[in-house]
């Protein structure tokens, strides 16, 4: 996953996190600490805060705009925000781990993968879906 799109996952997964009651006060701390980090590295940027507000309440739709903030502030550069969004990235999947929910994140490439939950089994092939 490319930087830019790690901490546009991670702001999703720390909001969605953050929002249920049974959250870890882990994962809230780390959610915070990221977008923290953000509104330092977007300090002159009022536009991008409303962006970065806007994506909490509706990720799908501010997207895209998040996403180019995100590249043009160049947030690949920045070794601690980085590491705060897959510590948030990271504590939400093990919160879901412990809810029952199973998850399994790839960071390189993958020739193929079978995961099973249940009685349900899924088969990714370069990046097309066979269950």
Do not use: C
């Amino acid at each position: 996953m490319d930087p830019v799109s790690t901490v546009e996952a991670a702001l999703v997964a720390g909001a969605a996190a953050s929002t249920k009651d049974i959250a870890s006060q882990t994962v809230k701390d780390a959610y915070d600490s990221l977008r923290m980090e953000l509104r330092r590295l977007l300090a002159d940027k009022p536009r991008a805060w409303d962006l970065l507000d806007g994506h909490e309440a509706d990720p799908q739709t501010y997207e895209k705009s998040l996403k180019k903030v995100l590249t043009e502030a160049q947030v690949d550069q920045n070794a601690d925000l980085l590491a705060a969004a897959r510590e948030v990235l990271a504590l939400a999947q093990q919160q879901q781990v412990r809810m029952g929910k199973s998850t399994t994140q790839n960071t390189g490439p993958i020739q193929s993968q079978i995961r099973s939950f249940g009685n349900q089994i899924t088969r990714h092939l370069d990046n097309q879906t066979k269950a």
